[in-house]
């Protein structure tokens, strides 16, 4: 990975730093009611990408309506196509039909899904980026999902092989690309991560997950349940007492790791992906706060969200 040198004098004053990184950010939400994404319109600035999460068993209509709200809203609606869950290629195009017609989609995040057994034709995301289905229906780029911290069932070899298949295929098929990461809490180990993608040629924006702030009780049970172990394990370390774990935490030391080496090294086009576990709106006024520059650094590696000015 190539690196620009800084010295004390010209390194990139930190909460610039901070505020330019967290400028970019997307959102990552579940089943946000209508007055979540009304609320959302008065936070975040119109245009940013807002994924919707696809939950097995949920009926397809319910994400399109969702990602509906969000396009009506003024945001770019980025729905999860979990394509195990897909009974057929039939209900697969009445899906994309949809949500291109409905809520003028024109990006997905592809994945396999978290379906054990597919339950029609798709095993793979790469059988849909392949497919011809995508285009067919109005999509012009895709998201694809990638793991700095390992996946439980699937080997690193195995990780990257596929990355660099389904960037390969999509290309060949005239789609952009774009890699968005799990959730994960160890700055190091996704600056290692990205490193190693530079230095493998791709140069593809990454949207790196980070978890909203929440409880740590529930990014323990999110991290378990999403296969996130040896950072997690770190998080439980750092949590101490028991009392703590439903305390609020937020990911201010990790932004700030980020921010950081993004204004000191070259690490391609990186932007942070908030996981919002629920607290959607939550997340979205921390974000956008932060990227307000309304914080202050704190001793060590973290920094506080500052109040909104009073008027008057």
Known sequence: MACVMTTVEDRADP????????A????????????DVAALAGIVPAGASVYVTAVPGRPARETIETAAQ???????????LAVRGFASALELDDFLARAS????????????????????????AI??????????????GIAIAAYPDGHPRISQQDLDRSLADKIQSAEATGLAVHIVTQFGFDAQAILQ????????????????????????????RYAKHCGVRASAQGLARQAGLLRQLFAMSAPDA??????????????????PHFFSFGGLLRTARWAAAVAQRRIALEAGEGFRVEPPPTEG
């Open 127 to 140: 059988e849909v980026i392949d497919g011809g289905a995508l285009q067919r229906h109005g999509i012009t």
């Open 15 to 22: 909460i610039e730093a901070i505020a330019d990184f967290t």
């Open 70 to 80: 969000l396009r009506t809203a003024g945001f770019e609606p980025v729905p999860h």
């Open 193 to 220: 991560w990205i490193g190693r993608l530079r230095e493998f040629g791709v140069e593809h924006p990454v949207r790196i997950g980070l978890a909203g702030p929440t409880s740590l009780a529930t990014l323990l």
């Open 101 to 124: 017609g409905q809520a003028g989609v024109t990006r997905v995040l592809v994945i396999a899904g978290d379906h054990d057994e597919p339950a029609g034709d798709f095993r793979s």
């Open 254 to 271: 990790l932004v700030r790791a980020l921010a950081q080496a993004r204004a000191d090294k070259h690490l391609g086009e990186i932007a």
């Open 24 to 35: 970019g950010f997307s959102l990552e939400t579940t089943r946000p009611s209508a007055d």
